[in-house]
């Protein structure tokens, strides 16, 4: 048998969000190994891609493949998939992986995918270059909320640049974090330490299932957004920077966002 690890993104949304080659290289290993921790796979489980595939697969957690040895030593003596939704690449856990395989002198072939990172400006119509750095907020604990989510994404604004946040996923216990958990974060965390980042007149975006038939998109203020049907997860938001007057006109046009963003520019 060839040893080979290949590293192949499904995309965001069904079984045939992945390319053509992705599909076809997936289709000649020997032994497929899925993480869906980091991300979900809209529209699809894991016997819809098995049967797309014609293999079994063997589904593992976060800590299996940052602690486990076998994914490596199955792909010394065969050809070894290793699927994840979206982009492969994204996760630091799968770019340690692909870093032994390296070490171990283990072939590599990489086959990414549709990501949140590309698809969910582009939904919204903002531009990707103006975006600052990526935010994940942790659900909200009792005695447990870090302040550095609420730093970042009031460094993005105080630089006019437009901030993804990430809301979390705990998939051992089917949990995700929608998008109204989130702004209750982002409302206590103004709360806490009240430096401006959220007013009444905050502009903020809602993505819900990016990428597959049932996307929805919003924009609006924190009292319209605390109304509103968003949709089931999985949920992804975007606190606007500066806004150009295109993305005004998008966000007004594709999202809902109320005319008064227009007539501001």
Not at 26 to 39: G, H, N, R, V
Not at 64 to 89: C, H, L, N, P
Not at 102 to 118: K, L, T, W
Not at 180 to 208: F, M, N, P, Y
């Amino acid at each position: 048998m060839t040893s080979e690890l290949i590293f192949a993104g499904l995309g965001l949304s069904g079984v045939d969000g992945m390319t053509v080659q992705a599909l076809n290289a997936l289709k000649s290993c020997d032994k497929i190994y899925a993480e869906f921790y980091t991300s979900s796979l809209l529209d699809a489980d894991v016997k819809d891609l098995e049967k797309a595939l014609g293999k079994g697969i063997e589904v593992v957690y976060r800590w299996q493949v940052e602690e486990s040895e076998e994914i490596i030593a199955d792909a010394k003596r065969m050809r070894v998939g290793f699927v994840t939704a979206g982009d492969t690449m994204l996760a630091t856990t799968h770019v340690d992986l692909r870093i032994q395989a390296a070490e171990e002198g283990i072939p590599v072939r990489i086959f990414h995918g549709i990501s949140i990172f590309g698809a969910c400006p582009t939904s919204l119509g903002l531009q990707p270059y103006k975006f600052g750095r990526t935010v994940t907020l942790p659900f909200l604990e009792e005695d447990y909320q870090p302040k550095s989510p609420y730093d970042h994404i009031m460094e993005n604004k105080r630089r006019g640049l437009h901030t993804m946040v990430l809301l979390d996923i705990r998939a051992d216990e089917l949990m995700y974090m929608t998008a109204h958990q989130a702004l209750e974060w982002l409302l206590e965390g103004e709360k806490r330490w009240g430096e401006g980042l959220i007013t009444d007149r905050t502009l903020i975006c809602a993505v819900s299932q990016v990428g597959s038939p049932n996307e929805k998109l919003f924009a609006g203020y924190p009292e319209e957004m605390m109304k509103a049907d968003l949709g089931t997860p999985l949920h992804t938001l975007v606190i606007p920077g500066d806004l150009h007057f295109m993305e005004s006109f998008a966000l007004v046009r594709f999202a809902g966002a109320p005319d008064d963003i227009i007539e501001d520019e």
